[in-house]
């Protein structure tokens, strides 16, 4: 079994910032990326940045220059900073890791946060 617990979700004004965690617990063997994506009300769940165990990192273009994304590897978890926020921010924010469970056999590893609400208001 594996849990993501995230966390540092809210409401805030335009311009503000807020930054997300995401710790991954349990039956991990090793973690290739962990990442954050969002889905606001009737759109789809899109990426907003991941991070692989090498330190790469990938930005939606939306996002570029306002929010960075960053890792511990040895506490499993994911951070990501969330500066000059605008409202089509509002969403709800998904953590995302992907990786090889422990126990053997090489088993995959893709598991979805609970989600935590962002809203930003104008």
């Known amino acids: 079994q594996v849990q993501l617990v995230e966390s540092g979700g809210g409401l805030v004004q335009a311009g503000e910032s807020l930054r997300l965690s995401c710790a991954a617990s349990g039956s991990i063997f090793s973690i290739n990326a962990m990442g954050w994506y969002r889905q606001a009300p009737g759109k789809q769940r899109e990426l907003v940045a991941d991070?692989?165990?090498?330190?790469?990192?990938t930005y939606a273009d939306s996002v570029k220059g306002r929010f960075t994304i960053s890792r511990d590897n040895a506490k499993n978890t994911v951070y990501l900073q969330m500066n000059s926020l605008k409202p089509e921010d509002t969403a709800v924010y998904y953590c995302?890791?992907?990786?090889?469970?422990?126990?053997?056999?090489?088993?995959?590893?893709?598991?979805w946060g609970q989600g935590t609400q962002v809203t930003v208001s104008s």
């Open positions: 995302n890791v992907v990786g090889v469970r422990s126990g053997g056999l090489s088993r995959p590893l893709f598991v």
């Open positions: 991070i692989t165990s090498g330190g790469s990192t």
